[in-house]
């Protein structure tokens, strides 16, 4: 079974110490939600229950940690954050049908990340999204306001007011993703971006075999660019 996007929602702690990610309708057993924190300082997250950190990103500004859960009788499409400083910042969340029915559905090569002002560069291993079927994932901050540019071929599907935060994914098909996934901005302020392939279910997530997708995390003196 491929994986689809389902919906895609964004909280705004403006200043505060919590805040409500609310999807358009209560998620469906077996649906992965994925939510990343994007906020100015290093402060404790508190996450609702059931979902699980998978990576932190710090970067001089501040931090990007992104966490998912498999729906299971949920009863609410409402999910709120709390943060232990007040932050000004945002949190995204995004939901995917069709992922592995259990255990971690993300692929074993992800996730990849990068951080600071400029010039840094991670190339991440090939990864084997075990053919078509799967969705890459990224998430980007930074502490203006300034938009990001989103990459394209991409699909934008949230953009946070807290900060410049953004929320992109592509479902990969046969022969691989194409395109240049690159977050781009003209403003100079740090940031940190995080990238992640949840497999589709039947599938499986391995290191090895045929490579669906490879690309380039980096990040340029102009912004946070995944090429």
Do not use: H
């Not at 098909?173 to 497999?199: K, Q």
């Not at 039947?202 to 980096?218: D, E, F, I, Q, V």
């Amino acid at each position: 079974m491929a994986t689809s996007f389902v919906d895609a929602a964004i909280g705004d702690l403006s200043g505060g110490t919590t805040t409500d990610v609310v999807f358009s309708g209560t998620p469906t057993d077996g649906d992965i939600l994925v939510c990343a924190v994007s906020i100015n300082n290093t402060g404790t997250i508190t996450a609702p229950s059931g979902f699980t950190q998978k990576g932190t990103n710090i970067d001089s500004g501040g931090r990007l940690a992104v966490y998912w859960k498999r729906a299971a009788s949920e009863g609410s499409a409402t999910y709120t954050w709390t943060v232990s400083a007040s932050s000004y910042g945002d949190v995204m969340g995004i939901r995917i049908r069709g992922g592995l029915a259990s255990g971690d559905p993300w692929s074993s090569t992800t996730p990849t990340t990068d951080t600071d002002g400029g010039g840094g560069t991670l190339d991440p291993a090939s990864i084997n999204a075990d053919g078509s079927g799967s969705v890459a994932i990224a998430f980007a901050r930074r502490d203006t306001g300034l938009d990001w540019t989103a990459p394209s071929g991409w699909t934008e599907p949230t953009n946070g007011d807290g900060q410049a935060s953004e929320t992109i994914y592509k479902l990969l098909a046969g022969g691989g993703a194409s395109g240049s996934p690159a977050f781009s901005s003209t403003d100079f302020a740090a940031g940190a971006a995080w990238l992640g392939i949840i497999e589709q279910a039947g599938g499986g997530a391995s290191p090895t075999g045929n490579t669906l997708y490879s690309k380039t995390l980096r990040s340029l003196t102009q912004g946070r660019v995944l090429n």
